[in-house]
C-alpha cells in the first residue's frame, strides 16, 4: 500500500482568493489523481496528474480553476483558484486504481471552507 | 442514470448484528469492485477489492459480486461500534476511472 500525506488538512478562505493543496507519497508513482467530495454526493474525479506532462481533466473541471502540478513522481499540487462558496468541499488525492491495474488509495483530504 | 447507486441510510443497528450494504450499477463492463470505509475528517480507507464476480471475505467483512444483476454487497458480521463510519463503493474498468457510490452512514450502537 502507498502513504499519502496531504495538507493542509482543512482551510477557510476568503471568497476570491486561491488554495494550493500538497499531496506526497512514500513511492513513486506514475499517475496521481485528484478528487472532489461535496457533502451527501459521490467523490468525483477531478482530474489525473502524470509526471512531465500536462494534467487531463474531466468534464466539468478547468485548468484555469483547478490548475496543477507534477514536478516529480512523489509530489503533486492542486490549486482551487478564484474560489466561491460553491468550491466549499473535501479534496482528496488519489495513487492507484485501475489505470495502473492496483487498488486505489487515497490522502487524508483537504477539508475547504468559502466564506 | 447514475453509473452506481447506493442508499445513502443512516444505517443504524445494535453492537454484533449483521450489516448489510448494497450498490448497484449500469455499466456491465466494470470489473474491479471496492468498498471503502471512511471515517469522519479522514480520507476513505480500502476495505475490499475484488476482481469481477464471486465472493471475498477477510475477517468480519464478505464482498460480494453478482455481475449478472449489476449488484454488489458488503456484509459485516459482529459488528462494533469502531465500524460506525460511511462505506463507499467503488467500481471501474481497465483504462477508465473509478466511479464511486455516495456512500452509507452507518451507526453500531454499543
Known amino acids: 500500500s502507498a502513504v499519502i500525506s496531504q495538507k493542509p488538512s482543512r482551510d477557510i478562505c476568503q471568497r476570491g482568493t486561491s488554495l494550493t493543496i500538497q499531496c506526497q507519497v512514500d513511492?513513486?508513482?506514475?499517475?496521481m489523481f485528484w478528487y472532489r467530495q461535496q457533502p451527501g454526493q459521490s467523490l468525483t474525479l477531478i482530474a489525473t496528474?502524470?509526471?512531465?506532462?500536462?494534467?487531463?481533466?474531466e468534464s466539468g473541471f478547468v485548468i484555469d480553476k483547478f490548475p496543477i502540478s507534477r514536478p516529480n513522481l512523489t509530489f503533486s499540487t492542486l490549486t482551487v483558484s478564484n474560489m466561491s462558496p460553491e468550491d466549499s468541499s473535501i479534496y482528496l488525492c488519489?495513487?492507484?486504481?485501475?489505470?495502473?491495474?492496483?487498488?486505489?488509495?487515497f490522502g487524508q483530504g483537504t477539508r475547504l471552507t468559502v466564506v | 442514470q447514475k453509473e452506481v447507486e447506493q442508499d445513502p441510510g443512516p444505517l443504524s443497528v445494535p453492537e454484533g448484528a449483521i450489516v448489510s450494504l448494497n450498490c448497484t450499477y449500469s455499466?456491465?463492463?466494470?470489473?474491479?469492485f471496492m468498498w471503502y470505509r471512511q471515517y469522519s475528517r479522514k480520507g476513505p480507507e480500502l476495505l475490499m477489492y475484488t476482481y469481477s464476480s464471486g465472493n471475498k471475505e477477510d475477517g468480519r467483512f464478505t464482498a460480494q459480486v453478482d455481475k449478472s444483476s449489476k449488484y454488489i454487497s458488503l456484509f459485516i458480521r459482529d459488528s462494533q461500534p469502531s465500524d460506525s463510519a460511511t462505506y463507499l463503493c467503488a467500481m471501474g474498468n481497465t483504462g477508465n476511472q473509478f466511479y464511486f457510490g455516495t456512500g452509507t452512514s452507518l451507526t453500531v450502537i454499543p
Open positions: 513511492s513513486q508513482v506514475t499517475m
Open positions: 488519489s495513487v492507484g486504481g485501475v489505470l495502473e491495474g492496483t487498488e486505489a488509495f
Open positions: 496528474a502524470n509526471q512531465g506532462s500536462e494534467a487531463t481533466y
Open positions: 455499466n456491465s463492463a466494470f470489473q474491479y
